[in-house]
Nanobody, 116 residues
Framework: QVQLVESGGGLVQTGGSLRLSCAAS????????MGWYRQAPGEQRDMVAT???????NYADSVKGRFTISGDNAKNTVYLQMNSLKPEDTAVYYC??????????WGQGTQVTVSS
């Protein structure tokens, strides 16, 4: 099993920055890729950014050029650096691990609120 713990959410003004962290523990060897997803009230959960074990990153069009996903293998941690934040980035952000068993493990989520 894999456990994920997110941190780093909060309240920020438009144009500000935040960095989210996701620490993984447990069966780390079973992880294929990790990613960040977000869900606004009344909306579906959408992919924000993903990163594979070889470091290949993928981004939603809405965050390209503003968000950067990165990983620190030594710390088993994935980061999401969010710059130039907009009110429409407000959501609960979830870390996810895509496992070799085809299962997905989710973190508990962290709230990001961008004020206008």
């Amino acid at each position: 099993q894999v456990q994920l713990v997110e941190s780093g959410g909060g309240l920020v003004q438009t144009g500000g920055s935040l960095r989210l962290s996701c620490a993984a523990s447990g069966s780390i060897f079973s992880i294929n890729a990790m990613g960040w997803y977000r869900q606004a009230p009344g909306e579906q959960r959408d992919m924000v950014a993903t990163i594979t074990s070889d470091g290949s990153a993928n981004y939603a069009d809405s965050v390209k050029g503003r968000f950067t996903i990165s990983g620190d293998n030594a710390k088993n941690t994935v980061y999401l650096q969010m710059n130039s934040l907009k009110p429409e980035d407000t959501a609960v952000y979830y870390c996810a691990a895509d496992l070799k068993t085809k299962d997905i493990t989710w973190g508990q989520g962290t709230q990001v609120t961008v004020s206008s």
